[in-house]
């Protein structure tokens, strides 16, 4: 009788993690990293990966794991201690993914820049799994100096 009441509990557990899986659920995630990026928490940002979370910016070499996720934000945070907001045009959940159109408003050591770019998370238990980002490296890199 414990072992059927012990299966019942991980069955409920179970269930309940994926009953927290909605569209809601994955938006309120998603707006949540995109304001731990506006105020420039960059440990907030690498919190909302799951441990074995990857980042994965299409012309770089994948980032895996929230630690290296964490480091290669900061890294980056540093020049941009007032944050990165992304100023989302369309955000929505497609087959359980959610799809972000924006442009990606910075000051770059310095030297103010914006960047169109559109990003895919897959998001599991309210954290990130991944997060592919897809942008024009060479028009980030003029950003990122401060050339239009």
């Known amino acids: 009788m414990k072992i059927a009441g012990a299966l019942l509990a991980l069955a409920l557990l179970a269930g ?7 569209d809601a659920s994955r938006l309120a995630t998603a707006r949540e990293m995109i304001h731990a990026w506006k ?4 440990r907030k940002v ?3 990966f799951a441990e ?6 299409m012309m770089l070499p994948p980032v895996n794991g929230r630690e290296a996720i964490y480091a290669r934000i900061a890294a980056l945070g540093k020049g941009a201690p007032d944050g990165v907001t992304l100023d989302v045009a369309h955000i929505g959940v497609i087959d359980g993914l959610v ?3 924006r442009t990606d408003r910075f000051t770059y050591n310095g030297h ?3 960047v169109p ?3 895919v998370l897959d998001i599991r238990g309210g954290k990130v799994k991944e997060w592919r980002e897809y942008y024009d490296r ?9 050339e239009p």
Do not use: H, I, R
């Not at 074995?52 to 910016?57: A, I, Q, R, T, V």
């Open 16 to 22: 309940s993690a994926q009953a927290q899986d909605t």
């Open 39 to 42: 105020v420039a928490d960059w």
């Open 46 to 48: 690498a919190d909302l």
């Open 52 to 57: 074995d979370g990857s980042l994965k910016s």
């Open 99 to 101: 799809f972000m159109e």
């Open 112 to 114: 103010p820049g914006a």
């Open 117 to 119: 770019v559109v990003g």
């Open 138 to 146: 060479a028009s980030l890199e003029k950003a990122l100096k401060g």
